[in-house]
């Protein structure tokens, strides 16, 4: 499975950014896309994570009510649309593919097991 990352960049306090995550290769192995993130000196945390076909979410804690995740069939990639920027949603962002049999998915990043190579998201206050 590979995945590659973009739409990343610098934006204002209260801005908007969309990151997209393009697929390919073969994920008959992987069920859940997931959207993850590590600040300088934190630990990666999980941020947001879709079922592939079924539209099954969940969020981070922090990010909830302000990103969303979807599917773009058409175009097979996985966005993650990010309103309300602030600045400590700076971080490199990744995006991973895994097989998680909980409902709901995971947001641990242990628990994915295909990775992008990231893209730099960072909110200037």
């Known amino acids: 499975v590979q995945l590659v990352e973009s739409g990343g960049g610098s934006v204002q306090n209260g801005g908007s950014l969309r990151l997209s995550c393009a697929v390919s290769?073969?994920?008959?192995?992987?069920?859940?896309i997931g959207w993850f993130r590590q600040a300088p000196g934190k630990e990666r945390e999980g941020v947001a994570v879709?079922?592939?076909?079924?539209?099954?979410?969940s969020y981070g804690d922090s990010v909830r009510g302000r990103f969303t995740i979807t599917q773009d069939n058409a175009k097979n990639t996985y966005d993650l649309q990010m309103n309300s920027l602030t600045p400590e949603d700076t971080a490199i962002y990744y995006c991973?593919?895994?097989?998680?049999?909980?409902?709901?998915?995971?947001?641990?990043?242990?628990?994915?097991?295909?990775w992008g190579q990231g893209t730099q998201v960072t909110v200037s206050s």
């Open positions: 290769g073969n994920t008959a192995s992987t069920n859940y």
């Open positions: 879709i079922r592939s076909g079924g539209g099954i979410t």
């Open positions: 991973a593919a895994g097989l998680i049999l909980r409902y709901g998915g995971s947001l641990r990043p242990a628990e994915f097991s295909f």
